[in-house]
């Protein structure tokens, strides 16, 4: 069965420090897609990015970087100088096709504080 | 500028009353999906439909119904409310397998 951990259940920072948010999973298949979404206060989950089991290159966007170590079987997300706009609930998802269906499960979240 | 909405933001309802919620996108996504959040658990699936007609059960089926009787709109139904289901309930859509999700707003349902 297909799990994802997310351990740090909330983070505090002041603002312009770095932080790093864990995401652990667990699955058996070989062709899976791990995703990150930000949930702001607003409530509306938003994509951030998608990342293949196949594709282990780090990517970075802006402030944004995120690590995929297969050994491990972790997908980190990194926020450089973070700010007040990234406080947020951040959530780690790992996507599977089961019994010809797309089966997605997600982690708990990590509820990141970005005090000013 | 793509769009999933739900049909409330916020609804209160009384114990043992029917419940709709419903759910539009206008991405002619074939998938849809409907989840609850609550606080430490995450989003857990109750149901989620891969076409017309079609639906399948989450990890939470129970105490809950869907209906999908047009491509764009998801429909979840509570047939007789229950205190332990108030929650926040997000509507996701996307396409294929392995795409990422457009969610919804949320509806916070309060059941008193």
């Known amino acids: 069965a297909q799990k994802v951990t997310q351990a740090q259940t909330e983070i505090s920072v002041v603002e312009k420090e770095d932080v790093t948010l864990d995401c652990v999973y667990e699955?058996?298949?070989?062709?899976?897609?791990l995703f990150w979404y930000k949930q702001p206060p607003s409530g509306e989950l938003v994509f951030l990015i998608r990342?293949?089991?196949?594709?282990?290159q780090n990517e970075i966007s802006g402030r944004y970087s995120w690590n995929f170590q297969k050994s491990t079987s972790s997908f980190n997300f990194t926020i450089t100088a973070s700010q007040v706009v990234d406080s947020a609930v951040y959530f780690c998802?790992?996507?599977?096709?089961?019994?010809?269906?797309?089966?997605?499960?997600f982690g708990t979240g990590t509820k990141l504080q970005v005090i000013p | 500028d793509v769009k999933v909405t739900q049909s409330s933001r916020y609804l209160v309802k009384r114990t043992g009353e029917k419940v709709f919620l419903e759910c539009v996108q206008d991405?002619?996504?074939?998938?849809m999906f409907w989840y609850r959040q609550d606080p430490g658990l995450g989003l857990r699936l109750i149901y989620f439909?891969?076409?017309?007609?079609?639906?399948e059960k989450g990890d939470i089926p129970e105490g809950y119904s869907v209906s999908r009787e047009k491509k764009e709109r998801f429909s979840l139904i509570l047939e007789s409310a229950s205190t332990n289901q108030t929650s926040m309930y997000l509507c996701?859509?996307?396409?294929?397998?392995?795409?990422?999700?457009?969610f919804g707003p949320g509806t916070r349902l309060t059941v008193l």
């Open positions: 998802a790992l996507s599977e096709v089961s019994g010809g269906y797309q089966k997605v499960t």
């Open positions: 439909s891969y076409d017309v007609k079609m639906k």
């Open positions: 996701a859509s996307n396409s294929g397998y392995y795409n990422e999700q457009f």
């Open positions: 699955t058996r298949d070989t062709t899976y897609y």
């Open positions: 990342r293949n089991s196949f594709d282990e």
């Open positions: 991405m002619d996504h074939e998938n």
